[in-house]
């Protein structure tokens, strides 16, 4: 154990040499991380890109934005407890926090939530529990991965989201992937037709920002300038939808 100055104060400092971590102990752990981001960032001469919060942590990402001009890049919500985020937090996360790059919601949402706004331009939205996202969300969306690890969308909100990529909407997107476990793939071509392609083959798909996902069977849908994605069920029910051709993410 040392004593390191920081911020003006004398912090209790160690080494985990095992997991070659840096541990420091503060009677206010809240002040301590803003001292220790504050140390570190004047020491190295850079900026906060990155984030994970807890939903009582909401408040330092308005205190990381306020210090300082660069727009965070990656910002992760994640609470193990059962208690449900509350809406205003809900909201706040969908509209204030909007990090330029990546997104991920791991959060209980509250009951019956609904976001009526417009959601911000998010190069990867990952939500965790995205039962509370609806079709209307889905066509303001401006991303190239999203994903939903559960989802109630119907058929019928994936066709026209579907039909919304054919026409030009999402125009970045990549990869879509939606738990909704009762997708029914041949109820979203006969709702696409005359346009798909049955596609019998099995494909490895990896999108931009490193999700893997295997293609075993799907339908090929043609956009008018040429893009083609693979709309496929996958067997525990998620649906994907792999737009061509499989690039690498360049920030």
Known sequence: MELVKMGGQHVRVEVDHLHGYIISYWDNTVNGLKVITDYVTNLFNIDVSEIWASKQSLHMIEWVNSRQKTPLRNVSFADSSTTAASEEEMTYILKDCRPISRLGIHLKPPKNFRFTGKFPKIDCLEISDGKWVTLDNLLTMDGIDIVLRSSTLTN?????????????GCPRLKLFSAATGSLDILHVRDGLLPNPVLVEDRRDYTSPFGYRRTLPFGIDVKRADGVTATVCKQVNGTLIIAVWPETTYNN
């Open 156 to 168: 019928t909100d994936l066709i026209n989201f579907l039909r919304h990529w054919l026409s030009g």
